[in-house]
């Protein structure tokens, strides 16, 4: 089975108008709800009921004009510019683990898509965990006798910390493939900016909301 290092996109609820996520949740109706309402901006979850969707999914007009709104508090279809550079940071989101087509592990608190130089800490070839500074989470990553370990702890007492381990060549075709996937992620972000605003210093922009530079 295959192991996918995916980025994504996080989208809260309230943040797409919906206001009574407990009250779905609670009657078990989230998931059926969540998948058509994203359907309706043309995107989908990477699970169900997931607040993540992945970068791919984000090909057009629309779903930039849907990223400009949530991420950047900024409407493309008026004529307001863009935020500046340094007011912006990057994009929520991060690195799912996506290991035979089931979400392993999505991405925690004030993750984003610069995370993936954390990541690729794990290449190395060091049997003690090493940590990695990724959003406020616990994470640690080892690789030891051709096997990448991730470990995430948890900061509450009682709860065990989560362990995935890969074969270490499969981690690694992962990570290059999220490279390529997220480089293909910010040449959308650069076409949409340049075509919709018509500012300079579009690729700077993109810069920060996809490698945090």
């Known amino acids: 089975m295959q192991l996918r290092l995916v980025p994504v996109v ?4 309230t943040n797409l108008g919906v206001q009574n996520f407990v009250e779905l949740l609670e009657s078990g109706k ?3 709800f969540w998948e ?3 359907a309706s901006f043309g995107i989908r979850p990477i699970g169900p009921g997931s607040w993540f969707v992945a970068t791919g999914e984000f090909a057009s007009q629309a779903t930039f004009n849907l990223l400009a709104r949530v991420h950047l508090e900024w409407d493309p279809e ?3 510019l863009p935020p500046e550079r ?6 929520s989101g991060g690195y799912a683990f996506i290991f035979g087509g089931s979400v392993q592990l999505e991405p925690g608190c004030c993750c984003d898509l610069s995370d993936l130089s954390e990541w690729c800490t794990g290449r190395q070839s060091n049997p003690m965990p090493i940590p990695l500074s990724i959003g406020h989470g616990i994470y640690s990553a080892s690789t030891s006798a051709g096997t990448t370990t991730i470990t995430v702890g948890s900061e509450q007492k009682g709860i065990d910390p989560i362990r995935l381990q890969y074969a270490a ?6 990570l290059d493939q999220a490279e390529l996937e997220r480089t293909e992620f910010a040449a959308f972000l ?4 340049c075509e919709t605003s018509g500012v300079d210093g579009a690729l700077q922009i993109v810069e920060r909301l996809v490698y945090g530079l």
């Open 190 to 193: 650069e076409k949409y900016f």
């Open 36 to 38: 058509a309402h994203l």
């Open 86 to 91: 340094d007011h912006i940071g990057p994009i």
């Open 78 to 80: 008026s004529l307001d």
């Open 10 to 13: 996080k989208l809260e609820p």
């Open 30 to 32: 989230w998931e059926v």
């Open 169 to 174: 060549v499969d981690f690694e075709r992962a």
